[in-house]
């Protein structure tokens, strides 16, 4: 039996690789409430995405998918944070505010997973996101969670996480990221 690369499996699932167009395209945002049925379409091919996705390998960090990610280019993602915390729908979000304050953790990307980077990142995040009747709401994300969330609303920027990292750092191969299975870091501060 061959080893099937992190990256073949997550194609295999139907996440869409690295060099696609359609990750560095912005996504288009929806008309709400017009397009709710579309919104709401995509939104469950999401949620099946993530959970085809999720019976292969386990994401103690959370995990979280961008339309874009499964060929799909509108402006919607979900977010599942680590442990049992609901689901986070993202549909036209925009990052509104962002802290001063920045760490630098690994990240992961599901279309492109042989590698993981270091990424500085804010440690708090405001973001407003529009709801399938067309309301806008504001959440402030902190840690863990705006790393996420900042990961996915850069996909439907078309942005990756490459595009992040300092000058001169480079992803670094699975293979040797020792932090799997593991929580970020933070401190309690």
């Known amino acids: 039996m061959t080893d099937v690369r992190p990256s073949q499996q997550m194609r295999d699932l139907g996440v869409v690789q690295e060099g696609a167009t359609v990750l560095t395209t912005p996504a288009r945002p929806f ?5 709710r049925d579309e919104a709401e379409s995509i939104v469950d091919e999401l949620f099946a995405a993530l959970e085809r996705i999720g019976q292969v390998h386990p994401f103690a960090k959370g995990m979280g998918l961008a339309a874009p990610q499964i060929g799909i280019g509108r402006a919607a993602a979900v977010v599942q944070p680590p442990g049992d915390a609901p689901t986070i729908v993202l549909l036209n979000p925009r ?7 920045t760490d630098e953790q690994y990240e992961g990307c599901l ?6 980077g270091l990424v500085p990142r804010p440690l708090k995040i405001t973001v407003e996101t529009a709801a399938l009747n067309g309301e806008t709401a504001t959440t402030v994300y902190e840690r863990g969670l705006a790393r996420l969330i900042h990961h996915e609303i850069d996909h439907l920027d078309g942005l990756l996480y490459t595009a992040r990292m300092r000058t001169g750092v480079t992803p670094i191969p ?16």
């Open 31 to 35: 008309d709400l409430p017009s397009e």
């Open 95 to 101: 990052i509104t505010a962002r802290a001063g304050e």
């Open 111 to 116: 279309s492109f997973f042989d590698v993981r």
């Open 174 to 189: 699975v293979e040797e990221y020792r932090q799997s299975g593991q929580a970020w870091a933070y401190d309690r501060s």
